[in-house]
């Protein structure tokens, strides 16, 4: 692969039964950050892939990026790596800034391993010398205290900050640190996430490493509720990085022009684009993709044009333009905020205190029948404070109501007093909204608080997939209406729902699906041409994280990466490195019995179908329309192609 220089590693790894801890240093060629060590150590170390992703052997993995604490914008993000109840595979999730934070306690990487009897609080410390661990104990009974919802107050994983805010104070302040914990989504599901925010902040901004349920794993195999970490490093851990002149110099030159205006250029869809006036995932995607988005439980795939365009209008009208007025008038002075890393870019958005993001208030909005910010945002912060991953949320509502709607379960079965609003047809955007968004919170508290019913704690305990399955064994076409792409067998259960873009790349058989590890631009193209643009992305994606950057600032830091590793003495083919480290995690899959396998659902071909006559590929579009057994071709045909470049 062309390493001629090793990046050295930090490892603190952390006995949750015990609290002890000891530190390891790793010296190793085909190490370069977070994402090749904490695959290194569940491939090679712990074989995790035999492992119940429940097990205290399922060690949770955190680790930075070889850039975190220096100058350069968007260095310090946070990577999750972790065997997923979700997919049964391993999986990885990110955490945008953290590191600003958490790299203070002079580390590169943290392990947890073992199981502490009772919940417990981790706390970490580094001074430059040292790093000290301490575990603080909490009753289960208290910890389920605090996930209680309560009127007039904060409860879940808000709650849990509060404590530890109030409680700790004095190690918060002394460390700059930050806090990284779990919901009660954690405790009774498969899919929580990790949540955190800059302690002591006013701002609602929370980030969170949600996809593929780590907190669940960090609760429910490790007893961890929180982890709190810091210290009194200030500055990066490699001396090459402490003369920003220098590296600014380098880039520079590399890049030919001022390094922050070509930031600046480079990521002004997160910021601002003059072009379209607004900013931020939900500011811009509304705008570009238009009647692409996917609305009404991914079913906007089945509408003609001018229905799609109708919505869309309404989502212009109704939902986008309140964040507009509110967000970009006046310029960004407390509506515009960063991860809590020091960045020019502050993508984060504020609308009456709370960020938006498009992901997260899509869930929450158009997907499942929602078109008043309002609404939207009571449930995006419902879903932050029971510590669950907003998109499967999403996906999980939406699937329930498109059940209901369509006749095939009552919704008291489900323990829901009254049906869904689910007909795009005739939606009236202030009623459909507060209606929805009423039964929404039921169906998130009785999933991810406290299932009442079977089917509620199916979904909760097994996942999406299982439950859907063993629903259509009694009710047939229930599974159909839920859109996801397998991992192993039925007896593995193992899933993924994508993200909200209309394309076959969120649903494809990659090895990892979840994150933008793939072409997910509304496109298609014949199996073996999107298999080899897919898994380029994905190789560049698997790069940025491992480099432990935010995938935001890409447009620029992907052409100074090798640049960037060179400052620090290493020289490597980031391509040829990213590629075999991309082999090695389908080695994984295959060894978890979790690689891709055959859609289950006929939406999963609709949708290939769909998307191929939307953008002209008439042929295509008229084979799978035909016959289904066509876009299992496609999907063949694109594994093979995966499969022959990396060489499995």
Known sequence: MGVEKMVEMKILRIDAESGDF??????????????????????????????????????????????????????????????????????????????????????????????????????????????????????????????????GGHYGTLALFELIEREYSDFISKNKARIVAVGPASLVSRSGGLFSKVPGSSSKVID????????????????????????????????QLVNFKRIKSRLQDRLGGSLLSIIMSSTKKYRFEPSLGTGGTFGVNYIHYRELIPMYNFNSIYYGLEVRIRLHSMILREFWSSFQ??????????????????????????????????????????????????????????VDSLGADAIEAGHTVAWIFDMIERGLIEPEKLGLPFRPRFNPLSVNASLDSHHNATLAKKVLLNVYFK?????????????????????????????????????????????????????PGMIAPLYLLGRYWTNYTPTFQDPEDYAEISLRRA?????????????????WMEKVLEEL???????????????????KLATYQKLARAEPMPWESSKAIDLLATIAAEVGVKEWAERISKNAEEGFDWWKRFKKKVDEILSL
């Open 451 to 503: 299932p009442e019913n079977d089917i509620m704690e199916s979904i909760a305990k097994n996942g999406l997939r299982r439950t859907a399955l063993e629903l259509d064994e009694e009710i047939p076409g229930i599974k159909d209406l839920l859109l996801y792409a397998p991992f192993g067998d039925k007896n593995v259960g193992g899933y993924m729902t994508p993200n909200y873009y209309w394309t």
């Open 325 to 382: 007025k509110e967000v970009f008038k006046g310029g960004p002075e407390g509506k515009w905020a960063t991860c809590g890393e020091p960045c020019p870019v502050a993508c984060k958005k504020i609308w009456r205190g709370i960020k938006v993001d498009y992901e997260p208030f899509h869930a929450m909005g158009p997907m499942i029948g929602i078109f008043r910010l309002e609404d939207s945002a009571e449930l995006v912060e419902e």
């Open 22 to 151: 000891n530190i390891e240093t790793l010296d190793d060629e085909n190490v370069l950050g977070p994402v090749d060590l904490g695959l290194k150590l569940h491939l090679e170390r712990y074989n995790t892939y035999s492992e119940d992703p429940f097990s205290p052997r399922n060690v949770l993995f955190l680790g930075f990026g070889p850039f975190a604490l220096s100058k350069i914008f968007g260095s310090n993000r946070v990577v999750a790596v972790f065997k997923s109840p979700v997919t049964m595979g391993l999986h990885v999730s990110t955490m945008g800034g953290a590191a600003w934070n958490l790299a203070r306690a002079g580390i590169d990487a943290l392990v947890i391993e073992g199981r502490s009897e009772e919940p417990a609080i981790i706390f970490v410390e580094g001074n430059g010398k040292e790093v000290n661990v301490r575990k603080k104990t909490i009753k289960l009974d208290y910890l389920r205290y605090l996930f209680t919802p309560k009127l």
């Open 565 to 583: 590793y060179s400052i620090i003495g290493v020289d490597v083919d980031i391509s040829e490195h990213s590629k075999e480290g991309y082999r």
């Open 208 to 239: 969170s490493a949600a996809r593929g349920g780590a907190g669940s794993v960090l609760l429910r195999a490790h007893g961890i509720a929180a982890i709190v970490m810091g210290g009194k490093v200030d500055s990066p851990r490699r001396d």
């Open 539 to 555: 190789f560049l994606e698997y790069s940025i994280d491992n480099a432990g950057f935010c995938r935001f600032h890409r447009g």
